[in-house]
T-cell receptor
Framework: NAGVMQNPRHLVRRRGQEARLRCSPM?????VYWYRQLPEEGLKFMVY????????ESGMPKERFSAEFPKEGPSILRIQQVVRGDSAAYFC????????????FGQGTRLTVV | DAKTTQPPSMDCAEGRAANLPCNHS???????VYWYRQIHSQGPQYIIH???NNETNEMASLIITEDRKSSTLILPHATLRDTAVYYC???????????FGSGTQLTVLP
């Protein structure tokens, strides 16, 4: 059973470009979470999705960031018009249910904005 | 979710038990204690969680005090690969997210 797969592992974008980060949850998991870790800082929750629904986006920046988890295919975190401050590691986690079940994390996508 | 307090860093000799403490004095009755770790540059890894009873799995043991105000994660025979930041997280059953604090940087020394 493959773990949570994120791609790309490393992504370099110029200021103003778009970044698309992909997350394939573990098989059988229908709950996906995105977290961001800025350099030398802790992990911060961004958004929680179930298939085709955004459940909680309280940690998402108000502008330029969006997330989706379509019926088929991976979850996508999209950052439009990237700025240097978006440089960070973005981690996706999945779980089979919500609530207290443990979440399993992917290896992350390291975004560098130049 | 209740706030947790952990020491910023700890050392442990290879092969010895690593005991990582966590205070969560404001924990409420329906909140669980979770432990994750993050090895440098990797994604966080789930270790163990519990409500009030002590728990053990292949990775670690979790000891929760009777009043539930603190807990200890025990790695019985630490190896160099256990060097990581360890996060203690308190979370209620309806929480949609994990709230990570600063954690404890555990360094296992040869």
């Amino acid at each position: 059973n493959a773990g949570v797969m994120q791609n790309p592992r490393h992504l370099v974008r110029r200021r103003g470009q778009e970044a698309r980060l992909r997350c394939s949850p573990m098989k059988g998991h229908s709950h996906v979470y995105w977290y961001r870790q800025l350099p030398e800082e802790g992990l911060k929750f961004m958004v929680y999705l179930q298939k085709e629904n955004i459940i909680d986006e309280s940690g998402m920046p108000k502008e330029r960031f969006s997330a989706e988890f379509p019926k088929e295919g991976p979850s996508i975190l999209r950052i439009q018009q990237v700025v240097r401050g978006d440089s960070a590691a973005y981690f996706c986690a999945s779980s089979p249910y919500g609530g207290t079940t443990e979440a399993f994390f992917g290896q992350g996508t390291r975004l560098t904005v130049v | 979710d209740a706030k947790t307090t952990q020491p910023p860093s700890m050392d442990c000799a290879e092969g010895r038990a690593a005991n990582l403490p966590c205070n969560h004095s404001t924990i409420s009755g329906n909140e669980y204690v979770y432990w994750y770790r993050q090895i440098h540059s990797q994604g966080p890894q789930y270790i163990i969680h519990g409500l009030k009873n002590n728990e053990t799995n292949e990775m670690a043991s979790l000891i929760i005090t009777e009043d539930r105000k603190s807990s200890t994660l025990i790695l019985p025979h630490a190896t160099l690969r256990d060097t990581a930041v360890y996060y203690c997280i308190v979370r209620n059953g309806s929480a949609r997210q994990l709230t990570f604090g600063s954690g404890t940087q555990l360094t296992v020394l040869p």
